[in-house]
């Protein structure tokens, strides 16, 4: 089945720190994303990448970098962390087929709380 | 920026009864989809709709696509306590754009 990991389900941070989320994905999918999620503003984009190597913004890049230097590993930086950073952060993937997009698959999120 | 809304923001219902959430979105759309997403977990892709389709079924869930009124609806029929989620559509832009852009999502309880 497919299957889609955050190396965290939750994690405590200090301000300042530089923080790394990691997601892996074992489907050999092209795509992956990185959103955050908080109330009452549903999910929002922070980067994608569609292939090794490759980036791009999404709605709300400040404050965060990416690195994919393997297909299926794709990992949300914050540099240096602050308190508005607080979220729930999901990672997804999805496979690139035809045009169009494709259905996603999403890991169980990481609960960051930056104290 | 986000294409697609649910409507309404919550819902509560017995088990039994049907459940019905909307989205609109603005744009021109490829396709639109239903995802669920339970408490503290992440989201489930539940059913993929083509804008040259009307409507789909699968299981219990049905999903309609009226592109004239940039609208979808997605009915859960027979709601059971499990089908207690929040429910987001998200759309594919027209252009063959791989980043679904999603609402805020539809909170539903199903009381048992």
């Known amino acids: 089945d497919v299957k889609v990991t955050q190396s965290s389900r939750y994690l405590v941070k200090r301000t300042g720190e530089k923080v790394f989320l990691e997601c892996v994905q074992d489907m050999d999918h092209e795509n992956m994303f990185w959103y955050r999620q908080d109330p009452g503003l549903g999910l929002r984009l922070i980067y994608f990448?569609?292939?090794?190597?490759?980036?791009e913004k999404g709605d709300i890049p400040e404050g965060y970098s990416v690195s994919r230097e393997k297909k299926e590993r794709f990992s949300l930086i914050l540099e240096s962390a602050s308190t508005n950073q607080t979220s729930m952060y999901l990672c997804?993937?999805?496979?690139?087929?035809?045009?169009?997009?494709?259905?996603?698959?999403f890991g169980d999120g990481t609960r960051l709380s930056i104290l | 920026s986000q294409q697609g809304e649910e409507d309404p923001q919550a819902l509560s219902i017995q088990e039994g009864e049907n459940a019905t959430m909307n989205c609109s979105y603005k744009?021109?759309?490829?396709?639109l989809q239903w995802y669920r997403q339970n408490s503290g977990r992440g989201l489930v892709h539940l059913i993929l709709i083509r804008s040259n389709e009307r409507e789909k079924h699968s299981g219990r869930l049905r999903v309609t696509l009226d592109t004239s009124k940039k609208s979808s609806s997605l009915l859960i029929t027979a709601s059971r306590a499990a089908d207690t989620a929040s429910y987001f559509c998200a759309t594919g832009l027209s252009g063959g754009s791989y980043i679904p852009t999603f609402g805020r999502g539809t909170s539903l309880i199903v009381h048992p």
């Open positions: 990448s569609y292939d090794v190597k490759m980036k």
């Open positions: 744009t021109s759309i490829n396709n």
């Open positions: 997804a993937s999805s496979k690139i087929q035809g045009r169009g997009n494709q259905p996603q698959h």
